[in-house]
């Protein structure tokens, strides 16, 4: 009686257990956690400048982040954020840094409540992302709000770099690129805040793009100067705008490149997804 009573409930489980979803057998199995989501993401490029990085309005100026993208795989996604005029505290605090001009020599500022751009950053980075920042053209303005001086300028790029580091992503900081300016039949430079962009790297651990070496060096290569200053024309007229400073699309397209070369040559871990 005892063995037909254990025949009659083995019968009865097994249809139990063939119906059983194989998440009752394996726990967890087929349930993908928030960890390996966040990895299977692409990593996003934050991309934090002025006008020369900024996306395009009209057909100029093209900054060279717009050209940035094109040049990866999909598992990476720049978020281009540069917007034109912006010094590198307009840019984090819009609409908080007033027309005044402190006694320390800087813009006050009525609030530190991050900008709509710098709150998008803020809210999005994750683990593994990029965040490229690159000001030092509009900070050189002698008055507010625009105006930054070099020991602010330094502590405002080392504060966004340690931001990121905080979020186990990777800053990288670039000097401004270079406008186009002949002596002679060399181009040669002319951006300011080279030095407190390399301190906040080097305070930070994070790497530094000399761009502004890079396209001055690139300029010559390919005999930018001299020229008769006609930005219309020739191929000084496809890599500006007609100033010496904005890009046309070519020309963005070519300032992109020396970036993700720098990547490479500087053995920067994004390259490894450059196609």
């Keep these: 009686m005892r063995s ?18 194989a998440s009752a057998e394996l726990p967890g199995c087929g349930i993908r956690s928030a960890a390996a989501a966040a990895a299977a993401a692409p990593t996003t490029v934050w991309l934090a400048g002025d006008s020369t990085m900024a996306n395009p309005s009209a057909t100029c100026p093209v900054g060279w982040g717009a050209s940035f993208d094109p040049l990866f795989t999909g598992d990476v996604v720049v978020d281009n954020l540069a917007l034109g005029g912006r010094s590198i505290q307009t840019w984090l605090y819009e609409g908080n840094v007033t027309s ?10 009525s609030s530190t409540t991050a900008s709509a751009r710098w709150q998008r950053v803020l809210d999005g980075m994750k683990a593994g992302d990029y965040l490229f920042i690159q000001f030092g053209i509009n900070d050189g303005s002698t008055t507010c709000p625009r105006h930054v001086g070099v020991a602010r300028y330094q502590q405002l790029m080392t504060m966004m770099a340690r931001t990121a580091l905080a979020r186990g992503a990777h800053p990288v900081l670039l000097t401004a690129v270079a406008a186009i300016t002949c002596s002679g039949g060399t181009a040669v430079k002319n951006r300011g805040f ?24 690139h300029y010559n290569a390919v005999r930018l100067c001299p020229n008769n200053g006609d930005y219309t024309a020739g191929l000084v007229g496809r890599y500006f705008c007609n100033d010496h400073t904005h890009f046309e699309a070519y020309g963005a397209q070519r300032i992109a490149g020396l970036v993700a070369g720098a990547l490479r040559t500087q053995n920067i871990p994004l390259a490894t997804y450059l196609l």
């Excluded at 037909?4 to 979803?21: N, Q």
């Excluded at 005044?100 to 500022?109: H, K, M, R, S």
């Excluded at 301190?199 to 060096?217: E, W």
């Design 4 to 21: 037909f009573r254990l025949l009659i409930a083995t019968a009865l489980a097994v249809p139990l257990l063939l119906a059983a979803p």
């Design 194 to 217: 080279v030095t407190p962009a390399q301190a906040a790297a080097a305070a930070t651990g994070a790497p530094l793009i000399d761009l502004q070496t890079l396209s001055v060096n």
């Design 100 to 109: 005044t001009i402190g006694a320390d020599g800087e813009c006050v500022l």
